[in-house]
């Protein structure tokens, strides 16, 4: 544990970019607010995870550095898109890790709600989306209600953040 430690300050350490983070909406909201009103011809792009991040998640960030000014990085495991509450608990979180590499590859701001910052009225809040069909076959055949989930806790957090541009992967 010790050696890990010391790697973590090793790379914080070296490293000359400074991420925030933020978990509560209403922080995040007047730090956009301030930002915008600082930087009026500048872009805002945001690229959400679920955590476990890897390199399909760093060429991201790649991307976005290519065309943004800001780049924000949220990390939320989505409760609503699991169908087994085994499979929810079981997702890999490593957030100390995430973290770094976000912060190593040029995130500016890292959003990490909690469920009941993303969701305060509760999970079960009525939302509805008409799919027409396509959330019935394929992956949505074996997964009831899992792209509801997506699509919902996608629009929530287009709505907090904003972005000139979202970053998604395959």
Do not use: W
């Not at 301030?34 to 399909?56: C, Q, W």
């Not at 993303?118 to 949505?140: R, T, W």
């Amino acid at each position: 544990q010790f050696q890990s430690i010391v790697l973590l300050a090793a790379l914080v350490s070296n490293s000359a970019h400074f991420m925030k983070i933020f978990t509560q909406v209403n922080a995040l909201n007047q730090f956009l607010t301030e930002y915008r009103n600082k930087h009026v011809d500048s872009s805002i792009g945001f690229v959400p995870t679920m955590g476990a991040l890897h390199l399909g998640h760093v060429s991201l960030i790649e991307s976005a550095a290519k065309k943004v000014d800001l780049i924000i990085c949220s990390i939320f495991v989505n409760p609503t898109q699991f169908n087994s509450q085994k499979d929810l608990e079981t997702y890999p979180r490593d957030v100390e890790n995430d973290q770094i590499l976000l912060e190593k590859n040029g995130c500016d701001v890292l959003f990490l709600p909690t469920v009941e910052e993303l969701y305060p009225k509760g999970q079960n809040e009525k939302y509805l989306i008409d799919f027409q069909g396509i959330d019935e076959v394929m992956e949505g055949f074996y997964r009831p209600g899992h792209f509801l989930g997506v699509a919902m806790v996608v629009e929530r957090f287009l709505r907090i953040v904003n972005p000139d541009f979202a970053f998604f992967g395959r």
